[in-house]
Structure formats: structure tokens, C-alpha cells
């Protein structure tokens, strides 16, 4: 690991000042993420920011019933907070089901949305890859790609973003907030990730030294209600090959007044299936009707060689969520 | 106690800590590359924190920091200054064993033993965690939050899931495990 100098900051302003959003400073939260990328030397930086004595862990309830989540807020702390569990179940099943207990106790609410990929080549020092050595190829793209993206994509990098945080979040319509070089920021956490374009170095949206303060959760309409289901390789302890976070608020007559979808596993960032939703809000959800709106999202999809799978899975997992949710 | 451990020869990336592990003070002065689970190793000579992975995936490294359980491994000891640490060897009260060494042990609960300093301070952890009403994947979500969570056989198994035992000891772990709650 190469050398850096260490700096704690009090506050948001203190930690900005010290990272001056320079290249070589990157923001320390809970660093399980961060520490095992310096480890592999996929990260390099010479000034480290600890930001975790910042005042920003706690979970507040604003005036109309939104949840206002502190950037430092523990993913274990997230998960079990009454408010989370009762109103964003999708929410609490999507942090329990990412990492390992040990994990989530130290994980981030911020640190979450900002951990990079899990492409084996972003991570081996050996092997081209534009996401963390622009301009070397993208390994991935004839290489071992199974866990990779069919949606958003583009030639230079077929990454996954492997959060299931974010996935639950983009499914309620949750913002980031921030603060920055331009001042504050809220962005929707379904706008937050980049899809890979020309510059798949850039993960997200954020400016240079930009910090996370907080993600916000907007309060549920009456009677809604969200889940979270993902399908990986073993029961517990391993990342997406597909995921998918559904919120349903139906109306007297059983048609959905409101219905969101948010697929993980399947591209560069938490994929919000808006045609889908569009097909599907004021019907009632038969299987038929949910499997045709399904396949119309889907068809989108440009699959690589060893991914094929991910299509039907995402449907057929999709497609159990959402009638599972009609049903009380 | 002092212990200039793990220094560094580059002025400006070394740090000064305190760190109260296993009920006892120390001043450090470190290199800020290290690891907490290298600071105890190396630095501290408590090698029953077990090194797996060094990557966040094994839990050999588990140890509690101020209460919680977390991997050592990828927890920088710069960032935790002022915090207390308690590892397997300072679990019991002087030679006494803790509660879960012993059910440990009546359970037969390893073989070769590499993962178990991990697998006891995750379970110390758990069972925090369950008195505490904090769910896992494997809690009814009907479950009032806040009230304890039973330990079930797919309770431990999911909450532990982020231990790995390469001899496979995970049934006579569960049994463990299940004989404490
Ligand atoms: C073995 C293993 C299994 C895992 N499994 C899963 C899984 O199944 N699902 C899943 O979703 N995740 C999984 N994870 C990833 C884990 O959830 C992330 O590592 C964690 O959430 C990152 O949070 P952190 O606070 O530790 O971030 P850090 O490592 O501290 O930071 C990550 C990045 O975010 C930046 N950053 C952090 N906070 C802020 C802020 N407030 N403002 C600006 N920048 C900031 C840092 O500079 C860094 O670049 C796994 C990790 C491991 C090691
Ligand atoms: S998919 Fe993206 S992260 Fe993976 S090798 Fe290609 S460019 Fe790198
Ligand atoms: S050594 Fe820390 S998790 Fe494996
Ligand atoms: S007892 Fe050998 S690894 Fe668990």
C-alpha cells in the first residue's frame, strides 16, 4: 500500500478544506471498501480524509414524514431502524441482504452508494481495465463476464454496480444530498451513477471533493408496500446476480395506483424500469399484463456472451415480486 | 503502556493512537497503512485474531470494537483512535473462559481451530445483537422492532454467515451457538 497522510475532520467543512478535491485525497468512512482497494493498489491516494467524526449518523424524521439518513449511519443501525423496517421494508431486506453482519457494522450509508465494482479485472492490477486504467480496454468484455451488466453498458466498460442499497433507495425515489465546490446538491439516487459512456472511470455524478451529508427518504403513500429479493450464487454472504426492489400501492379496486421498479445486478447502476411502471400503473396486475410489461423493460437488453441468463431471471424474479405484493 | 510498534521511517505518514484493547491503555505510534488486526498481531503480540483473507471475506479477523463486531482487517487503526478493542483473549475474566468459549467447547464447535477466534467474537456479537432486537435476513419482518430476535437454527446460520470455516465445523457452530440463546 503506498504511503498517505492521514487528516481527521470535525466537520464537513474541515474534511472539504483537506481534500481540496485533488486526486490523490479520497474520503474515509467506513473503509470497507476503500482500505481493500488501497490494499490491492487500485487505490492510490496520498491524503486520506476521515470523515467518520462527522456529526452525520443519525436517522431524522422530517415535518412530512420523510426520513433524513445521516451519511455515517451504520448500514446495521439502517437496517434496524423502526422507522426503515415499517414503512421502507425494501429498504431494511435490501442492507440485510448485502455483506455479512461484521460488515454492515461498519459499512456507511454514503460509503454504500460510492463502493466501486466487483469486476474481478477492476481489481487485478495485471489485466486491462478503462474503469480504473482509462484507455487499457476492457478485459471483461471477452474475459469472465457472467456477473456483468446487459442494460447501459457501453464498449468501454460492462461493470455492475454491485450496491443493493441503492437499489431499494431508487425504488422509493430517494435523493442524495451533498455539499460541495458548487455548494448543496440533491440529487435522485436513481440519477446518481453514471452509465459508463466514454468515461467509465466516473462512477457517479459527484464533483471532485463533493461529500455525501445525507440520503432522504421520502415518506409512502398509504398503504404501499415494498420489497426487496435477490438472487445470487449461495443463500448469504455473496453479491447480486440479479436483484430487484418493488414498491406497489394499489388502489380499492386492486389496480396499482403506484408501482416502482428497480432491478440491481443487471447494469452500471440501479436500473428504474419506467416503462414497465408506466405500463403497469392504473391496471390491475394480472401475470399476463406484469410479464408483458416486463418483457418490454427487458427488451432493451444487449446481453454479452455468458449473461444471457440474467434476462429471464430478472423477469421471472421481477415478476414474483410484484404479485407477490398484490397479495396481502 | 507503550508500544512503538509498525512505525514507518516516512515523517508525515505516521500517526500517535490510543487504543484500549482488552481492558489496558496503549500509546501508539504507527504507520497509518496499518491494519488494526496487523497492530494486534504484530505490534501487540495477540495472534489469536487470525489473518484469512486480509479482504473482508473469511471473519477470521472478527474482533469488537467499542461493543460491535467488525473485521480488524480492513479497519485502519489510525481512524480508531480512542476506541476500545476487546479480542478472543480478552473475552474471559483472568483465566476464566466466556460463556461462549465454553459452549464452544462443549460443542466441539472446530477442528484445526483457524476460524474459531473469529467465529467466538462474531457470536458474542450476535447475541448483542439478537438482545438488542437487531434483524437479519432470516428475521420474520412481522418481528416488533426493537424486541429481541430468537436465535433459530437459520437465525445463527444467517447471522454467521460472514464467518467461513474450512473444515466445515458448521452444524456442531450452530449448536453452539443455539445452546447460548
Ligand atoms: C466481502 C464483502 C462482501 C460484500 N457484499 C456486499 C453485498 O452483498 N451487497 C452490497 O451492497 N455491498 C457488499 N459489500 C460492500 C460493502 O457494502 C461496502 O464496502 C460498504 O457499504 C462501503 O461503505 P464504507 O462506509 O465502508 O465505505 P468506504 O470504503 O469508507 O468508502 C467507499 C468510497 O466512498 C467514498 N465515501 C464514503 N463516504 C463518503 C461520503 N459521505 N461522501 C463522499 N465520499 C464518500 C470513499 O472515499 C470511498 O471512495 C461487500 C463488501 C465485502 C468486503
Ligand atoms: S467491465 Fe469495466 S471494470 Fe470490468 S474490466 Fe471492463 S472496464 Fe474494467
Ligand atoms: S482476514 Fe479479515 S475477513 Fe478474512
Ligand atoms: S475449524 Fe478449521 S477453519 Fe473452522
Redesign the pocket.
Known amino acids: 500500500m503506498r504511503t498517505f497522510t492521514y487528516v481527521r475532520a470535525a466537520d464537513a467543512a474541515e474534511a472539504a478544506r483537506a481534500h481540496g478535491g485533488r486526486d490523490g485525497s479520497?474520503?474515509?468512512?467506513?473503509?470497507?471498501?476503500?482500505?481493500?482497494?488501497m490494499k490491492q493498489g487500485v487505490?492510490t491516494p496520498d491524503t486520506l480524509v476521515d470523515?467518520t467524526r462527522?456529526p452525520?449518523d443519525t436517522v431524522a424524521e422530517e415535518a412530512d414524514g420523510a426520513l433524513r439518513i445521516g451519511?455515517?449511519v451504520?448500514?446495521s443501525d439502517l437496517a434496524a431502524h423502526p422507522a426503515v423496517r415499517v414503512r421502507h421494508p425494501a429498504v431494511s431486506e435490501?442492507?440485510l441482504?448485502?455483506?455479512?453482519g461484521q460488515?454492515?457494522n461498519?459499512?456507511?450509508?454514503?460509503?454504500?452508494?460510492?463502493?466501486?465494482t466487483?469486476c474481478v479485472y477492476f481489481q487485478d492490477l495485471s489485466m486491462p481495465c478503462n474503469k480504473r486504467e482509462p484507455g487499457t480496454g476492457c478485459a471483461a468484455r471477452e474475459g469472465v463476464h457472467r456477473d456483468h451488466a446487459v442494460l447501459g453498458h457501453s464498449p468501454a466498460c460492462v461493470a455492475t454496480h454491485?450496491?443493493?442499497?441503492?437499489v431499494a433507495l431508487a425504488a422509493a425515489d430517494a435523493e442524495v444530498q451533498?455539499t460541495g465546490p458548487a455548494g448543496e446538491r440533491v440529487i435522485p439516487v436513481a440519477e446518481f451513477h453514471r452509465l459508463p459512456g466514454e468515461l467509465p472511470e466516473r462512477d457517479t455524478v459527484?464533483e471532485p471533493g463533493?461529500?455525501?451529508?445525507a440520503v432522504r427518504l421520502p415518506a409512502p403513500l398509504d398503504g404501499t408496500r415494498s420489497t426487496y429479493r435477490?438472487v445470487?450464487d449461495r443463500a448469504s454472504?455473496?453479491?447480486?446476480l440479479v436483484s430487484v426492489a418493488a414498491q406497489l400501492t394499489q388502489r380499492g379496486d386492486g389496480a396499482a395506483e403506484q408501482v416502482r421498479i428497480a432491478f440491481g445486478g443487471l447494469a452500471p447502476r440501479p436500473w428504474r424500469a419506467r416503462r414497465a411502471e408506466t405500463e403497469l400503473t392504473g391496471q390491475a396486475l394480472t401475470e399476463e399484463r406484469v410479464t408483458a410489461a416486463l418483457d418490454a423493460e427487458l427488451a432493451a437488453a444487449e446481453p454479452l456472451r455468458d449473461n444471457v441468463f440474467k434476462i429471464g431471471l430478472a423477469r421471472d424474479l421481477a415478476r414474483t415480486v410484484l404479485l407477490g405484493l398484490t397479495r396481502p | 503502556m507503550s508500544a512503538g510498534v509498525l512505525g514507518s521511517l516516512e515523517a508525515g505518514h505516521t500517526s500517535s493512537l490510543r487504543l484500549r484493547v482488552n481492558g489496558e491503555w496503549y500509546e501508539l505510534s504507527l504507520d497509518n497503512r496499518v491494519a488494526l488486526l496487523d497492530v494486534l498481531r504484530e505490534g501487540l503480540g495477540l495472534t489469536g485474531s487470525k489473518k484469512g483473507c486480509d479482504?473482508?471475506?473469511c471473519g477470521a479477523c472478527t474482533v469488537l470494537v467499542d461493543g460491535r463486531r467488525v473485521?480488524s482487517c480492513?479497519l485502519l487503526a489510525v481512524a480508531l483512535d480512542g476506541a476500545r478493542v476487546t479480542t478472543v483473549e480478552g473475552l474471559g475474566e483472568g483465566d476464566g473462559l466466556h460463556p461462549v468459549q465454553e459452549a464452544f467447547l462443549d460443542r466441539d464447535a472446530f477442528q484445526c481451530g483457524y476460524c474459531t477466534p473469529g467465529q467466538i467474537c462474531s457470536t458474542v456479537g450476535v447475541l448483542e445483537e439478537a438482545a438488542q432486537g437487531y434483524p437479519s435476513a432470516a428475521t420474520d419482518p412481522d418481528h416488533p422492532a426493537g424486541e429481541p430476535v430468537p436465535l433459530t437454527g437459520d437465525e445463527i446460520r444467517e447471522r454467521l454467515s460472514?464467518n467461513l470455516c474450512r473444515c466445515g465445523a458448521y452444524p456442531n457452530i450452530v449448536d453452539a451457538v443455539r445452546d447460548l440463546s
Do not use: M
Open positions: 479520497r474520503y474515509l468512512a467506513g473503509g470497507t471498501n476503500l482500505v481493500d482497494l487505490e470523515i462527522l452525520l451519511a455515517l451504520r448500514n435490501a442492507l441482504a448485502g455483506a455479512s460488515l454492515r461498519a459499512a456507511t450509508t454514503g460509503g454504500n452508494l460510492l463502493q466501486r466487483r454491485p450496491s443493493d442499497l441503492a451533498t459527484l463533493e461529500i455525501i451529508t435477490k445470487r454472504y455473496a453479491f447480486a | 479482504h473482508g471475506q473485521n480492513l460472514g
